[in-house]
């Protein structure tokens, strides 16, 4: 995932400002408290792995949204923060309700587009692997469409989806593990297992960039 802006702030041992923006799975639906979503066990990580940095991950989720939505808000919840990073998880609650993906797709090309042109970097969330998101003709379509919107943008791309089925799959978990009761919304383990690995691309995205720098 390119991160120039993260990767010279962290160089320079700049304060860093992320902003994580989205619906529910942001907010942190399903969590048993506000520091077991995946933003604050994120800025946890990220503090883990770059000691010496400055860094902040703020939550701006609000439960329920569709990427319409949340695109109206760009402007005042992600770039009135002055961010050097923006995660927008997207896509799930229109798979969820059968929405419109064309205006889910259309309304994220325009905030990609805003927060790419402040020079802002971008990093795209997919859908969570839940049992109520793998009844849903959509999901093929939607991840479809946003792994295009990011490679057209060249912005990251946190295959969510992918990550949370190799979990089931190969590494021994079970959905009850990662997904809370009412099948859509991670639990606990969920949201910590998704910040541990985004904040490992995250550091193999800025380790790239600046050791290429370097050379």
């Not at 923006?86 to 229109?94: D, E, F, H, P, R």
């Not at 859908?127 to 469409?145: H, N, S």
């Not at 959905?175 to 991670?186: E, K, R, S, T, Y």
């Amino acid at each position: 995932m390119p991160l120039p802006q993260l990767s010279q702030r962290i160089a320079t041992g700049a304060p860093i400002r992320i902003v994580a923006i989205g619906s529910s799975s942001t907010a942190g639906a399903g969590a048993s408290s506000p520091d077991k979503a995946y933003p604050a066990r994120l800025d946890h990580y990220l503090s883990e792995r770059f000691r010496n940095a400055d860094i902040a991950v703020l939550n701006r989720g609000i439960n329920g949204e569709t990427d319409d939505q949340t695109e109206k808000r760009i402007e005042a919840d992600a770039l009135g923060t002055k961010p050097d990073l923006v995660i927008w998880q997207i896509g799930a609650n229109t798979v969820l309700r059968d929405g419109d993906q064309g205006l889910s797709e259309r309304s994220v090309r325009r905030g990609v587009a805003r927060l790419r042109a402040a020079g802002v970097d971008v990093v795209l969330m997919d859908l969570q692997y839940a049992p109520k998101m793998l009844e849903k003709t959509g999901v093929a379509p939607m991840l479809t469409r946003i792994a295009a919107i990011a490679s057209d943008n060249h912005v990251g791309l946190f295959h969510r989806f992918d990550v949370m089925r190799s979990l089931v799959e190969t590494r021994g978990m079970t959905m009850a593990d990662l997904i809370g009761p009412d099948g859509v919304h991670q639990n606990d383990g969920g949201y910590d297992c998704v910040a541990r690995m985004l904040a490992a691309g995250i550091e193999d995205a800025v380790s790239v960039h600046n050791s290429g720098l370097q050379r």
